[in-house]
């Protein structure tokens, strides 16, 4: 049973910080890997998507890398603003599957 | 870009009574959705995954017959908790398979569930 993971659950920086958020999953036969961000109450964001024959996934200050082999992939913001705060949600999804499973999210925040 | 959305964004209802939610693909038609349950602090867990003009497909430990789905039309299915419990308080979320964009999901902005 694929589990994903996320490190770490909370994370708080200053404004204009770069971060990078955590994730990782037992299964390393995942078709794509999907970074969304979630704000408090609403839907999910689709942020980035990796294929499985992907390294990395860049948009604007984001870029998303992907370690198939090791289970890991990690989401780097460069520069971060007050509105990025959210909590960022990692999932994965497997061959002949459109199922995604989800980590628990990482709770961002950043303060000016 | 495309939007999906939900209705009522909250509801609150007594134990015993049944509660209808609707997820709408407003520019785009989906041949499949799926809905989703979020525990405060918890991951998302899909329920089932809804295809227009056929039976759902539900997760194991989903009852079927406590959370009803009909996906009615390529751009409309609605997911009805019955006989709802305090335990079924929960945020739910659709998303919606672009029938041209295989691999993307669309969400929607979740329903907040509260049964007193």
């Known amino acids: 049973k694929q589990e994903v993971t996320q490190i770490p659950a909370a994370l708080s920086v200053p404004e204009g910080e770069n971060l990078v958020l955590n994730c990782s999953f037992t299964d390393s036969a995942i078709y794509n890997l999907q970074w969304f961000r979630q704000d408090p109450g609403k839907g999910l964001t689709s942020l980035l998507l990796?294929?499985?024959?992907?390294r990395e996934q860049t948009s604007g200050r984001l870029n998303a890398s992907l370690d198939k082999s090791s289970g890991r992939s990690t989401l780097y913001i460069a520069a971060s603003q007050p509105g990025d705060s959210a909590t960022y949600l990692c999932a994965v999804t497997k061959g002949g599957s459109e199922k995604l499973v989800f980590g628990k999210g990482t709770k961002l925040t950043v303060n000016p | 870009g495309a939007v999906v959305s939900q209705h009522p964004s909250r509801v609150i209802c007594k134990s015993g009574t049944s509660v209808k939610i609707e997820c709408r693909s407003l520019d785009f038609q989906a041949t499949t959705m799926f809905w989703y349950r979020q525990f405060p602090k918890q991951s998302l867990m899909l329920m089932a995954t809804?295809?227009?003009?056929?039976?759902?497909?539900?997760e194991q430990g989903v009852e079927k017959d406590k959370f009803l789905i009909n996906h009615a039309s390529l751009t409309l299915s609605t997911l009805t908790v019955t006989s709802a419990h305090p335990e079924d308080s929960s945020f739910y979320i659709c998303?919606?398979?672009?029938?041209?964009?295989?691999?993307?999901?669309?969400f929607g902005p979740g329903t907040r569930l509260l049964v007193l």
């Open positions: 809804s295809n227009e003009g056929s039976k759902a497909t539900y």
């Open positions: 998303s919606a398979r672009d029938i041209a964009l295989k691999e993307t999901q669309y």
């Open positions: 990796i294929q499985s024959s992907q």
